[in-house]
């Protein structure tokens, strides 16, 4: 082909073109397959109608990484085939690396049999769908649903799922075992964990499948509900294990009936589990809430312009271990605007990816595991302005779409907050005077020797944040003898707590104690102390009436 103006746009053409149909991806996402391309029901089942299945789609990156992957099926035609009632037909995959692949599971109904192809679209997202770009598509078709009836040695031995109660959060498993009879011709095993209407699919979410045939046929198929007819080596009686991981998401209403079917070919005809037996099986309890989230901060004052690490505390007092979807932080933009500090993120003590920023909306999609009866910390860093105010800092995570916050009762909001506040150094002032004649004067001029000199030390936090840990320390005039007990303390309503010392050696060690007539002085007079001092417990506040008081002691002119 000549190389000119026109061939060129010919080619690009066709590469867009090719983008539009989903031939080819700017982000090398794949989606195929893993279940029955054809949906089994049985209308008249017993006890109960059999008329939804799972379908699964192993989505997989065959580009760079993905920092938050979300999928959904729709666009169902046809007029059969739609969302099963309990099914949000939206799925998280979460991070996805470049090469990895995940499953994604949906729960759909058919409200009869039809020879008509019935049509879906799989749709994959950086992002969640609502406002999320599209990676990659397909159209699938359900070539028909088709009537099938029980057979008897195609049975159900056990069904156990735990925990039950499930935590919210935590997987429960679903450990289904069974047999499939003979097996026909065409060697369809096509199964799914669930098949009634009341399965609560948008609560209990199916993230991994794994059939383990053993007898006649062998094989551990994983994230595939059906089994590749070409992996079927006898048609004999096979056994198998079917073992469904379920992920506690939201809250239902009471329990839930449980349906794990297998689909397998039967002469000609492809025939279901017995299910007459179903009523007997335990249901899944209602799910429970374990997890909460605190926030913590390394400094809660500031008075320049600095960088604080935040802590978002994740407990789960459950006996299971809970996996959060993601962390919500909303990092403060007033008095000013705070940044995020790039490549500070770390949980459990380990670095991970920095989180997604919008405005200051801070999130992290990820998996948070927390162990059962622990706590994990995610922490990050923040710079403060110095502009002067409180910087409010509040947190939330997600299981799916449920709110996790500071309470258990997740109906309510209640983020995690904690408070910065840039501020002035606390300033704690003193002033000093020598009552004469009633009144505190700054110096006594009428005093003669053998008089009483009574000195005040007022005290006052004039800064701007509290004032803790500090000491007040007063030398004794020279030519005086301090007075046994005369030492006064005025807090108020400071709140503070004191401790008075006194020292002989003008301030070396502070472990004398003064008595009457020490050093030949008069009697209940020290000559020997030659300083005092108060050691302040508490903090002072910046806030009248609460930030000043007083301190005081007697001497005795020689």
């Known amino acids: 082909m000549p190389f000119d103006k026109k061939n060129l746009l010919k080619i690009c053409l066709f ?331 770390a949980y459990g003590g380990v670095a991970i990816p920095d989180p997604a920023i919008s405005g200051s909306t801070v999130t992290w999609a990820r998996t948070f595991t927390v162990p059962a009866g622990q706590s994990k910390d995610l922490t990050y860093r923040v710079s403060i302005p110095a502009t002067l105010g409180t910087y409010i800092n509040s947190a939330v995570g997600h299981i799916a779409s449920v709110q996790i916050d500071t309470t258990i009762n997740v109906a309510d909001n209640a983020p995690a907050s904690v408070n910065v506040s840039m501020t002035t150094v606390p300033n704690v002032t003193l002033n000093k005077c020598v009552y004469s004649g009633g009144s505190c004067v700054t110096t006594n001029t009428s005093a003669q020797p053998g008089d009483d000199l009574v000195y005040s030390i007022s005290f006052t936090n004039t800064g701007g944040y509290y004032a803790s840990g500090f000491v007040i320390t007063d030398q004794i005039p020279a030519n005086t003898d301090f007075k046994v007990g005369s030492v006064t303390t005025s807090l108020g309503t400071t709140g503070l707590t004191i401790t008075i010392a006194y020292s002989s050696n003008g301030g070396s060690t502070w472990t004398y104690t003064p008595a009457s007539g020490g050093g030949s002085a008069p009697a209940g007079y020290d000559r020997n102390v030659t300083n005092v001092r108060w050691t302040f417990g508490g903090n002072l506040s910046p806030t009248s009436p609460n930030n000043t008081g007083s301190v005081g002691f007697t001497v005795r002119i020689r």
């Open 15 to 345: 590469f867009l073109a090719l983008l539009c149909v989903g031939g080819f991806s700017a982000q090398a996402i794949t989606i195929t397959r893993t279940s029955s391309p054809i949906f089994y029901i049985d209308s008249g089942g017993n006890p109960t109608a059999l008329r939804c299945m799972y379908v699964s789609y192993q989505i997989t990156n065959n580009g760079s990484y993905q920092p938050d992957v979300w999928v959904d099926i729709s666009n169902f035609t046809g007029g059969v085939i739609s969302l099963a009632p309990n099914e949000d037909g939206v799925e998280r995959m979460g991070a996805m690396n470049a090469g990895e692949t995940k499953t994604a599971y949906f729960y759909i109904q058919a409200s009869g049999a039809t020879s008509t192809a019935q049509q879906h679209t799989i749709s994959v997202y950086n992002g969640r769908p609502s406002g999320g770009l599209v990676i990659a598509s397909a159209n699938f078709s359900m070539t028909s649903v088709v009537e099938t009836i029980q057979a008897s040695a195609n049975k159900v031995t056990t069904v156990i799922s735990g925990p039950n109660p499930a935590t919210l959060g935590g997987t429960m498993t679903m450990t289904v075992t069974g047999s499939t009879g003979t097996i026909g011709a065409a060697k369809v095993l096509s199964f799914t964990p669930a098949t009634y209407l009341t399965w609560a699919a948008k609560s209990y979410e199916l993230y991994s499948a794994t059939i383990q045939l053993s007898g006649n046929n062998t094989g551990t198929f994983t994230d595939q509900l059906l089994i590749p007819p070409g992996a079927i080596t006898s048609t004999a009686d096979t056994s198998y294990t079917a073992t469904y991981l379920f992920r506690a998401v939201d809250f239902t209403v009471g329990p839930t009936a449980v349906s794990p079917i297998g689909f397998f070919s039967s002469g000609t005809q492809v025939k279901h589990t017995d299910t007459s037996g179903y009523a007997s099986l335990s249901p899944v309890q209602q799910i429970n809430n374990t997890t909460v989230l605190s926030k913590l901060v390394s400094s809660s004052a500031l008075f320049v312009a600095t960088t604080v690490t935040y802590t978002v505390r994740l407990t789960n007092s459950g006996s299971s271990d809970v996996n959060l979807d993601d962390i919500v932080d909303k990092i403060p933009s007033s008095p000013a605007a705070t940044s995020y500090v790039s490549n500070s993120s």
